[in-house]
């Protein structure tokens, strides 16, 4: 079990240097740099730059030097923990990122999680009466979750509840919280506003988590010992429950890995919208203004957050499944 | 005789500002009063009396409409870092400033003479006034920015050509503590005009005893090397910049001295960015009350205009106008008016029109260059355009179709370039194409002389919706006097990339100039590479002939008119030579404008009040700041 | 009696016929393949079916809601379906627009009009459409937009070029998903080794940086077309790996299968191995990945208009249509314009349901 641990550790590295080095071509591959990003920001505003300011502010955020050397100079600095300068906002990346890396993680395992409540029943519901109209109503409300592109439905949530209930939905706390230190109250603030991000980016993945329920589910049913359990006249809830579910269940650890980001990228969209603290609105002001060092340490962040999960997830296949523990030595 | 005439009307302005001060010299019982809280702290003996921290003679402002009570958090919204644009136009202090009917007035500058023929300035600042943290201010500060931050190379390697229009360093004298004297080489017809505007403030954010220690020539080397530690820069001038770049100076740092009504407490861009009153502020109201009246200005982030528009809506915003302009805004806000959270007011646009076609005088291809230089076209171009179509789709009918000529507001209004070509007339475009020699085919197309078909492109900006729409009807408009029109919507860094190498056929741009057509010429002639009619002549132009394309003969004569006003002193006399520039306009029609949009609204609650009945829209006048937000008061909800 | 009937129907019945009996089990599956037919007719008969042309404005019709369709006349007698004439009015004051229906006037809705001419799949001209009204009466069955555009003749050119990403999206997907899932399966070695690094690589990419990245870079003179093309290209660069892996696992599970050695054995090419044995064992999952591959590309396209990103007009797909209602002002006053919300909404749930509904039919025993 360690060796296989080990071993998915040194692969990682690999990944992750790979993912630092796309991530600077990707920024960069757009035409211009920050300060086009920032002058035409400021043009837009009625404000004029000239040239010699746009030559000094050049030398001052280092964007004279070619793309290799800045790369080499943020990785460096990278592993020395130092993430660089954000250009935009004129502070060290780390200021600004710590507290919504917190907040995403945090809606993200909210979202996850809200998400297996919701499913997980529906999944078994619909397995069990397999083509029922209820399955079919319950599949239904899933898919359109699915379907439903978040930052519209947020959009509307947030029309409906200021002009109906008067209610502000936006932000995740209160203006009086969300300077304060953290406190029992503000922890209750936050949960009072939590529920409708993790709402809106939860349903557009509970459809994807009912069909692999409900699929694992129905194999397992078919299966001899489910007949034989039967036969012997276990009372059919404890016979589902006990057995078929726990062996569906088991995939969607493995599903940790891959769904974080999804659930990121998803919530980056609805952040927007929705004036969330997190780090959705300011990688995406990031990538449009082409704040080098901040989208990059962004995205660096966000994809070891990945390969993390995805390495928590084979982690626990492996613990669980001791067949795969197995196929992996093989491999090698 | 000129310098007489600028004494004169300095004289003017200052017996003006004494009149309102007036009232209550004489009165030798009267006393000031200060807002509660900082009573409370003088009680507490944290801070000096209110007497000694404002100036023996404080200025006066009259307030709008009644003078005010104590207290209130003003709240707002904001975008970021790069919208910090928002909080420096509530806090305007240059030395002297726009009136709400953008004439100069008195700051903190108190008087001024001109003499040498507008060569030279000798600016009287009033006595007494103090920085946020009880320092006095004095000319050394202004000659900290003249002798330390412009002369240094390492700062800025050359003089803003705002400062003088030949981008060379006034001679600085210091008459006493709080007289100085300019001296320029040249006359320099727009300096007060130009101090007026928000680059001005260069002037009063230069706090010398506290940038001092960022500075080489003061700092011991060994602290300065500690700070650039500490904050992680690499150089002073770098560490320099930083701490007193007037984008966001004012806004990032609790220590920062200011000279603003409201200084930072809780700095941006945090969630919630507060600033709150400057207990040192120099200016009271008739009744001896120091301003301002209200305690905080808060600007909560906000990651997009739709949730700005949205919490205005929800009454969350007590006065603002940035993020909640544009039709599309303003239709909701006007239609949620009834649930009584807020009343708007209008604010005009000092652009002379919304959006305007720029034809591209520089274009690459010799074919198209040739087209698009010639006026027969630009003509046709505007009588093809069916500017009612317009103003009823993207307007609602509110705005006004005329040309990109200054307004009826404006001392440089002319009726006759307003109307200028504006009829919707096909007949008289397609005549005129024709006599071009831009012949239809059998498609009902039209061709080049050289036989390739005749293709625009219209280059617009896809931020901001309407002005998609507005390319779009353009383009249809066009296709029906046989011109194929495509619309290019871009981003806007990548439009300005293909502008600036002007690289366009036609560009479609704001006005901007419509009432401070001398500070912003860049629509009249090519002034700079944001005329995107020529963008490289305005190259040719800034760089004194060094860089982009010699321009023709009529072109340059405009230029060679500007440049006299520049060196005029005379406002009459501007207005006759700027008059020429107009007329040179109305012949040639370098650009074709649609029409001007009809007022955008600031947002404001219901308890704020002394804000003022209509206001402009404008960069050089920073509203709502010339309307003196010190005085705004909120009551009770 | 009766069920050994069915169970001999059942033992004769081919594949395929077994495949679609399952298949029609499954309800909203049916539902689904109705609707995704329903949509490509009309995307490709957009031209036909549009009562107005997509960019036609009528400038006195701006943000007009659904015209009203009246069947009885003003003496309550009915008539074929039929619209009144509306005119505009913009309350000064408020600036609103109201819409006043003229009293009196009766415009039938007829089939088979003559109206804005096309090019219908640039090949020929007309300007024969399925309904409308003479003028001045106009019909808007959802709507028209800020320009006075025709929303219900919108939503069907948008679904044309929003379908249509998704199926060229897809199928590039699937080329890039076959071509190295299969290498990476069959070769095996470190060409297996670099392939799934890479499918590693683009998973932990969270994908909106990527989208952004790519879709800024390209060239701002680039034809409308030809960014249509690019955007495609962009979204099935990320979508490729998911067709890749499954491709991979099922021919590492298939390779050492008997009726592969014994192809082997009997001189076949890798080729022949991969494209006669390999592929025809796992076709039907294929169909079914990519069936639910499509309705991704849809939601991607959207999230990339909303990001502003994507197409742009005068490109007219579902995202731009949705990206000019995403505004809040819209929601308040001109809720119509969401309705291409309700296309989205199809055509993913259908390429959903169908794509359920073929996987529980084509594999019924395993999975």
């Known amino acids: ?332 | 005789m000129r310098a007489m005439v600028g004494v004169r009307c300095a004289a003017a302005l200052v017996s003006a500002a004494l009149i309102c001060l007036g009232g209550f010299l004489g009165d030798q019982a009267f006393c000031f009063n200060e807002a509660p809280m900082l009573a409370k702290l003088v009680k507490e003996g944290k801070l000096p009396p209110v007497d000694k921290r404002l100036p023996a003679q404080p200025v006066v402002i009259k307030p709008n409409e009644k003078p005010g009570v104590y207290g209130g958090v003003w709240r707002r919204a904001y975008t970021g870092m790069g919208d910090l644009v928002g909080a420096r136009r509530v806090v305007y202090e240059p030395l002297v400033r726009w009136s709400p009917d953008y004439k100069i007035l008195p700051n903190l500058a108190e008087k001024w003479e001109i003499s040498d023929e507008g060569r030279a300035f000798t600016l009287h600042l009033v006595k007494g006034v103090r920085w946020s943290d009880g320092e006095p201010f004095t000319v050394e500060d202004i000659i900290f920015y003249f002798d330390d931050v412009l002369a240094d190379k390492e700062l800025t390697p050359s003089i803003p050509k705002w400062i003088s229009p030949e981008g060379k360093m006034p001679k600085v004298t210091k008459v006493d503590d709080h007289t100085i004297k300019l001296e320029f080489e040249e006359p320099n017809g727009l300096f007060l005009q130009q101090l007026a505007c928000p680059h001005g403030m260069e002037l009063t954010t230069k706090p010398k005893h506290y940038l001092k220690k960022f500075h080489k020539k003061y700092a011991k080397p060994e602290e300065l090397d500690a700070i650039l530690k500490q904050k992680n820069v690499s150089s002073w001038a770098k560490l320099f910049q930083d701490e007193s770049s007037l984008r966001y100076c004012l806004f990032v740092s609790k220590e920062m001295p200011s000279l603003c009504a409201w200084v930072t407490t809780v700095p941006a861009p945090s969630k919630r960015f507060v600033m709150e009153r400057n207990p040192y502020y120099w200016k009271v109201d008739t009744n001896g009350n120091q301003l301002p009246y209200i305690d905080s200005v808060v600007h909560e982030l906000q990651a997009e205009a739709q949730t700005i528009l949205l919490k205005a809506i929800a009454g969350e915003i007590d006065m603002q106008g940035r993020h909640l302009g544009g039709m599309q805004k303003s239709v909701l806000l006007v239609a949620s008016m009834g649930q009584g959270n807020y009343r708007l007011v209008p604010k005009t646009a000092t652009a002379s029109v919304g959006l305007l076609l720029a034809p591209n005088l520089n274009h690459q291809d010799p074919a198209m260059r040739k087209i698009l230089s010639d006026a027969r076209f630009r003509i046709a171009l505007s009588h093809a355009l069916n500017r009612e179509e317009i103003n009823k789709i993207v307007y609602r009918g509110k705005g006004l179709p005329r040309q990109a000529a200054p307004l009826k507001e404006s001392e440089y209004y002319s009726a006759s370039y307003e109307k200028a070509y504006i009829t919707y007339d096909k007949a008289k475009a397609e005549a005129l194409l024709d006599d071009m020699g831009l012949k239809k085919g059998s498609d009902g197309k039209r061709a080049r002389a050289d036989g390739q078909p005749l293709r625009l492109t219209l280059d617009v900006t896809a931020a901001i919706e309407n002005w998609v729409d507005q390319a779009e009807i353009v383009a249809s408009n066009l296709g029906a006097i046989g011109i194929d029109t495509e619309v290019k919507a871009e981003t806007r860094d990548l439009f300005r990339q293909r502008i600036q190498s002007a690289a366009h056929d036609i560009a479609l741009w704001p006005g901007d100039g419509g009432m401070e057509c001398l500070l912003e010429p860049r629509w009249y002639f090519p002034f700079s590479t944001e005329s995107l009619q020529a963008p490289l002549y305005g190259k040719w132009y800034q760089t004194g002939g060094k860089q982009g394309e010699e321009p023709p003969a009529e072109i340059k004569e405009l230029m060679n008119i500007y440049n006299e006003i520049l060196v005029t002193v005379s406002d009459q006399k501007q207005k006759e030579l700027f008059a020429k520039i107009i007329a040179a306009n109305e012949k040639h029609l370098w650009v074709v404008g649609l029409v001007h949009d009809p007022p955008d609204y600031y947002v404001v609650a219901p308890n704020m009040h002394n804000v003022p009945k209509q206001d402009f829209q404008s960069w050089t006048y920073p509203n709502p700041g010339p309307a003196n937000p010190e005085q705004f008061f909120m009551t009770k909800k | 009696m009766e069920e050994s009937r069915e169970a001999q129907k059942y033992l004769d019945a081919s594949t395929r016929q077994l495949i679609w009996w399952r298949y029609k089990k499954h309800a909203l599956a049916m539902i689904g393949l109705y609707l995704i037919v329903g949509l490509y007719v009309f995307s490709m008969f957009c031209e036909f079916l549009a009562p107005y042309s997509k960019d036609t404005r009528h400038f006195d019709m701006t943000y007009a809601s659904p015209t009203k369709i009246r069947l009885f006349d003003d003496e309550g007698k009915l008539k074929r379906p039929f619209v009144r004439e509306v005119k505009m009015d913009v309350d000064l004051k408020t600036q609103q627009i109201r819409y006043l229906e003229v009293a009196g006037t009766h415009y039938p809705i007829r089939l088979f009009v003559r109206g804005d001419s096309y090019e219908f799949w640039s090949l020929w001209e007309g300007n024969l459409h399925l309904f409308g009204v003479d003028a001045p009466g106009r019909l808007f069955l959802f709507g028209t937009d800020r320009m006075g555009r025709d929303l219900f003749s919108r939503c069907l050119y948008g679904s044309r070029i929003s379908l249509s990403i998704g199926m060229f999206g897809v199928a590039l997907s699937l080329l890039l998903g076959l071509v190295l899932g299969g290498v990476s399966g069959y070769v095996g070695g470190w060409v297996d080794s670099l392939i799934q690094r890479t499918i590693e690589v683009i998973r932990c990419f969270p994908s909106i940086p990527l989208w952004m990245g790519l879709a800024a870079a390209m060239p701002p003179h680039w034809h409308a077309l030809k960014v249509y093309f690019m955007i495609t290209i962009i979204l099935s660069l990320v979508g490729w790996t998911d067709l890749a892996r499954m491709v991979r696992g099922k021919l590492i599970s298939l390779r050492e299968e008997e009726f592969v050695l014994a192809a082997r054995f009997a001189g076949a090419g890798h080729t022949r191995i991969i494209f006669r044995h390999l592929l025809p064992s796992f076709t039907s999952h294929i169909i079914v990945t990519v069936t639910l591959a499509i309705p991704h590309m849809v939601l991607a396209e959207t999230a990339l208009s909303f990001l502003g990103i994507g197409l742009r007009p005068p490109i007219t797909s579902l995202g731009t249509l949705l990206k000019e209602a995403q505004n809040v002002t819209t929601i308040a006053l001109y809720p119509w314009l969401l309705i291409p919300v309700a296309f989205v909404i199809a055509t993913v749930l259908a390429f959903n349901f169908v794509g359920d509904g073929l996987r529980d039919a084509v594999d019924p025993y395993s999975r």
């Open chain 1, 1 to 332: 079990m360690l060796t296989y641990i080990i071993r998915r550790i040194f692969i990682m590295i690999p990944t992750l240097i790979a993912i630092s080095v796309i991530s600077f071509i990707i920024i960069e591959l757009p035409p211009g740099d920050f300060l086009t990003a920032y002058t035409a920001e400021l043009s837009m505003s009625g404000e004029a730059i000239d040239q010699v300011e746009l030559e000094s502010l050049k030398k001052r955020f280092g964007l004279d030097e070619p793309l290799y050397m800045r790369y080499l100079l943020w990785a460096w600095n990278f592993l020395h923990g130092d993430f660089g300068h954000s250009f935009e906002w004129n502070k060290p990346v780390r200021d600004l990122i710590g507290e919504r890396l917190a907040m995403s993680v945090t809606i993200s395992t909210c979202t996850l999680l809200f998400t297996w409540l919701v499913s997980v029943p529906i999944g078994i519901y619909s397995a069990v009466r397999q083509y029922s109209w209820v399955d079919h109503f319950l599949t239904f409300i899933g898919f359109i979750g699915l379907a439903t592109p978040n930052f519209l439905f947020a959009l509307v949530l947030l029309w409906v509840s200021y002009a109906y209930l008067g209610m502000n939905v936006g932000g995740l706390f209160s203006p009086e919280y969300s300077e304060a230190p953290w406190d029992l109250a503000k922890v209750l603030d936050l949960l009072k506003h939590l529920w409708i991000p993790v709402v809106i980016v939860g349903t557009a993945h509970t459809a994807k988590f009912i069909r692999i329920i409900r699929g694992n589910l129905l194999d397992e049913l078919k299966k001899p010992y489910v007949t034989t359990a039967r036969a012997k006249g276990l009372p059919e809830t404890r016979l589902i429950l006990k057995y078929p579910v726990r062996v569906a269940i088991n995939p969607l650890v493995s599903t940790i890995g891959w769904t974080l980001p999804e659930l990121i990228s998803g919530i980056a969209i609805t952040a927007v919208v929705l004036n969330l603290p997190t780090t959705g609105p300011l990688l995406l002001r990031a990538l449009m203004s082409q704040d080098m060092q901040l989208a990059g340490t962004f995205i660096m962040f966000l994809s070891a957050l990945t390969v993390l999960g995805t390495l928590i997830s084979d982690i626990l296949l492996a613990w669980v499944d001791p067949r795969i523990r197995y196929e992996a030595r093989e491999v090698k």
